[in-house]
DNA sequence: CCATCGACCCCCATTGAATGGGAAATCCTG
DNA sequence: CAGGATTTCCCATTCAATGGGGGTCGATGG
């Protein structure tokens, strides 16, 4: 009968309710939403319910919920990511059929690398990026570009965090680190030991607009081929990707 | 004083702030969202800041506000939509390599086409399709393939509402519309007129997972050029991405 | 210089939407 | 068919959300 309140709004709730959701759990049943959004079963039914009757999720053949198209539809139109993503996607494709491995566009959010876009060719190997995916800044080519520009509060911040390995390419001395960084803003890209796979390499580039650099472009070789060709055809898709982003500017 | 309470929920709320975005609004002041959505200012201001504060939002350089990552990132993550993309793109951009034309991938949504993705070519015209955009299902092709397929239920609610016409190709007689329908599933494919451009032809085949129709592949053609080869490439495209949906399946 | 307008942002009394415990109904599963 | 898990329903309780009012700030213009 004693009703202990949350203490947290709705729209918290409902965020945590979604990011239950992953690339490995795309469906769930509304007790294990409950269980994993630390909310009491009743109220998890009655926001999935909710959730349900907004379209925001879906519930499928019986029972079982996921993420509803409506979802997907309000956070894309409208969205700089598309607009972003559209404006790379033709060149990326150019970068990846001329190179022949995985393409990535990536952007810092909440200090980590999140990945927009991903083109992937059947030659190439296993690659850990996916659409909607995160690294760490330090462990990725990506990232290592995007931290390079980030603002310097936030590299300060993860240059004194502890540096998580992912494996063995992974830069995880802070002094190693700055000098890489200072590399990257020097020479415009970054060609790095892929620090998951440990037998390819990444290499990245900036892309900017309005002057700042909002996102970075990279490709995963095997670690024995050359990457000047990469860093050539990154670097030219970089500049006509800014020059998209200009000419489509509101 | 007196407070009229509202009557519905923060999460039908949250939707309606979120609708007012569009391709043509990706930035708003929390006042212009509150009049749009019917909000009054205060509980609209209120609101925004709430939606920043989870990420949903983000404001940009001073005041207005957009869609944040965030969100992008929570409707991605686990959706299906992405499944479906991420198995059909790469045989969208051979499609499209083959035909050099708009080349676009949608599903049925509340009765309508929704697009999840699209490869243009340069070379190609105009197109009024976008990723995260909407058509009527009875005036583009990938509608007509959808609408061909749907339950009964819809198709008859279709044919009785009026059919509202989007330019001199639009099918709006329903006689004429159900032999349409009836000739998709008997040849497995539409060459129709495009319905709003008038000097285009679209054509579409349906992609199928488990049995059920749940996607329809297209181009937009000059209306001068022969449809046979985009006929061929586009079932061809629709296999290949059946098997890959088969693939991946979970 | 002051008036006007719009956006933003507090304050705060009011209240009904949201809550969560309990219990019953339903579904699995061994 | 027993026992556990899941879902649905109910409902008294209550606090998070509400929105009117009013004050601040900045831009526009007469």
Redesign the pocket.
Known sequence: ?????????????VVRVLETFSAERTVQ???????RAQ????????????LVASGILERDE????RLGMHLWELALRGSTALRLRQAALPHMERVQSAIREHTQLAVLEQEEALFLERLSHPDAGANITRVAGRLPLHASSSGLVLLAHADPGLRERVLAAPLRSLGPGTITDPQLLRRVLAGIRRSGHVVAPGSVEGVSTGVAVPIRDAGSVIAALSVVLPRASDPAAAVRALSDAAVRIEEELRATRV
Do not use: K
């Not at 019986?62 to 919920?65: A, G, K, P, S, Y």
């Open positions: 009968m004693a009703n202990s309140r949350s203490g947290e709004s709705v729209i918290e709730r049943t509304a007790s294990e939403i409950g269980r909310l009491p079963s009743s109220t998890a039914h009655r926001l999935v319910e909710e019986e029972q079982r919920v």
